[in-house]
């Protein structure tokens, strides 16, 4: 993966947004990443996330490009019998997500009008960047070409699971409504 980050402050920020001259601008670009987080995990950030006191706003302009991210339910099974959760895998090709003055995020995609800068912009700007690679990113638009049956493949392995695991739903809560025809789910 490839990361660059830049955080501006001063009268040079003032290109960015008023605010950023006292506050800054951080600007980052996040290239081919992939991750596997647990849900857990991100059940468990509310409580960081909230605060008593309002922060400083910061505007920000996150670019992410190729990126998967992998979410796997790590909660206890409630059925000992179920084979468990499904992963559900987040493909993101180009999102980029904007915190302006006002402190609301806005999120544009890859095919919008509203873009207002590609994703080769926040390399080609003069002020210097530290970017970090770990793989060449030669040759990712053949990858990408050769990735789409592959995930259209996957994608329909994952409608027919999704229709066989409804229909056993319907037969189990049908067996259960014959011993119990209250039961509610």
Do not use: W
């Not at 601008?25 to 991100?42: D, G, K, P």
């Amino acid at each position: 993966p490839e990361v660059c980050l830049r955080l501006e402050v001063g009268p040079k920020a003032a290109l960015h947004s008023p605010l950023a001259v006292q506050n800054g601008f951080l600007q980052l670009l996040l290239h081919s990443y992939t991750a596997e987080l647990l849900m857990s995990f991100l059940t468990n950030l509310g409580p960081f996330l909230e605060d008593e006191i309002i922060p400083e706003v910061i505007p920000m302009e996150i670019e992410v490009v190729d990126a998967k991210i992998t979410l796997k339910d790590d909660s206890p099974q409630v059925y000992s019998t179920s084979p468990g959760p499904v992963p559900i895998t987040l493909a993101v090709d180009h999102i980029i997500v904007k915190r302006r003055d006002d402190g609301v995020f806005h999120l544009t995609g890859e095919g919008s009008s509203k873009q207002e800068k590609p994703v080769s912009a926040l390399q080609e700007e003069k002020a210097p960047v530290e970017c970090v690679s770990a793989a060449p990113a030669a040759g990712t638009c053949g990858l990408q070409l050769k990735e789409v049956p592959e995930l259209q493949r996957e994608l329909q392995s994952m409608k027919t699971a999704l229709a066989e695991a409804n229909k056993e739903k319907a037969l189990l809560l049908q067996e259960v409504r014959k011993y119990n025809p209250l039961f509610q789910l």
